[in-house]
């Protein structure tokens, strides 16, 4: 039942990333290949993301990297909710180099998930 279970949290986790990806994360990439210095910029949020996820988060070393991330982005949409940001992607790659903080970091988590190893690393 726990292999059952784990799969499924696992490939939830892998839709809310992929449904992120197509969202903001293909236009953001696409931006970052395209427009000088902006790739820095989601690399540094890629990088925040990984560090958060490896140091602040206990016992994450048994839980799927997809897991992880998909957790965190659930919880940045959600805080950006209440405050009444919406999810969109800038209209052009100008638009890109003035794009806010959240646009930024959720960008670099579609970065980092594609980088990332989906094999737990632990025991539990």
Not at 14 to 29: M, P
Not at 90 to 98: E, G
Request: one cysteine or more; proline letters at 2%; aromatic letters at 4%.
């Amino acid at each position: 039942m726990k292999d059952l279970v784990s799969s499924w949290v696992e490939s939830s986790a892998r839709s809310t990333l992929s449904r992120l990806h197509q969202q903001i994360g293909v236009a953001g990439l696409a931006a970052a290949a395209a427009v000088p210095g902006l790739s820095a910029v989601f690399d540094q949020h890629s990088a925040a993301v990984r560090d958060i996820l490896a140091a602040g988060v206990e016992g994450s070393a048994a839980v799927a990297g997809a897991v992880l991330l998909a957790g965190y982005a659930r919880g940045l949409l959600d805080e950006a909710k209440t405050k009444g940001w919406t999810l969109r992607a800038p209209a052009d790659l100008s638009a890109w180099t003035t794009s806010d903080w959240m646009t930024a970091r959720l960008v670099g988590v579609c970065s980092l998930a594609a980088t990332i190893d989906d094999r737990p690393t632990g025991n539990g």
